[in-house]
């Protein structure tokens, strides 16, 4: 793991950004609409998030890229926008960076040295589901969903600091995204799946059972574990400690804001950013490395975690009483 990846993640306190699909949807973004897309049409907005959460003391943004394998971008009419949507997805997170910091998006001036450990901000390559199930719910091969994963990674031409495989519901296909990133980057992979709670305990929709899926996850060389989507920063708590119990890895959480209701066709989220500050900072109590948020949170989220996680710095830019 490149040095100032690895001291970031070891050293634990980080603060990952939250929701990006919600912002876009707030933006305007239509239902069934690639956001992806808005890599080309919409950049000011994509940029503006990313300030935003940086704003907010985010460490690590992640890239506009969740959904944008071959097969997804062909089912929008975009398939031959794969590597154009990548490589802008991940050019607009680092001239956020850069022009965060003031400086200059120069994939040459590597963060490798350590020396900004404490005080340099990341560019995550958020990568999604490819949406090709495997047996026994559908009908892909393992070559063909690994080729999806393989697929992206090589249309995108820029630079990043670490891959961030999220979302993931089948550990089958995590582990073959973590073997396709692996063949691709010289970059550390964080694998994070998605778990839902019931009386036996946490499992992805394809049954795979929580301490289980991050040790054959760490096996096959994972660099950082997690679990993010589906359910409660209340939940996650549970949640995290089955995680720390079964590896010595790294690990990140970014829970949702809250269970969402349904109005008007749309989901809601009603938690507050304050529990759900309250939450994230047991989180870092139970030795989670980095937490952030999912579906629902927002700038304003992270910004109340940034201020407990960091109470002697100058509160961030746009809270309150600044």
Known sequence: MPVAVREL????????????????????????SPPEEWNHTNRDVIMTVHASYLAAGSDVISTNTFGATPARL???GLGDQLRSINTAGVRLARDAVARFRGGRADKNQRRDSGNEAADARFVALSIGPTGKMLPPVGAASEDEVKAEFTGQFRSIEDDFDFVLIETIFDLREGLLALEAAKDTFPYPVAVSLTYNTNPRGFFTVMGDEAGAAVKQLQAAGADVVGANCSISSGDMLALADVLRRN???PILCQPNAGNPTVENRVPVYKQRPEEFA??????????INAVGGCCGTTPDFIRE????????????EGAAGS
């Open 247 to 249: 590896t010595d890895l």
């Open 278 to 287: 309250g939450d994230a900072m047991k989180l870092f109590e139970k030795g």
């Open 9 to 32: 993640f070891e050293r634990g306190g980080v603060l990952l950004d939250g929701g990006l699909g919600s912002m876009l949807i707030a933006a305007g973004l239509q239902a069934g």
């Open 305 to 316: 975690v940034s201020a407990r996680l960091r109470p002697g710095r100058p509160k961030p």
């Open 74 to 76: 062909e089912g929008h």
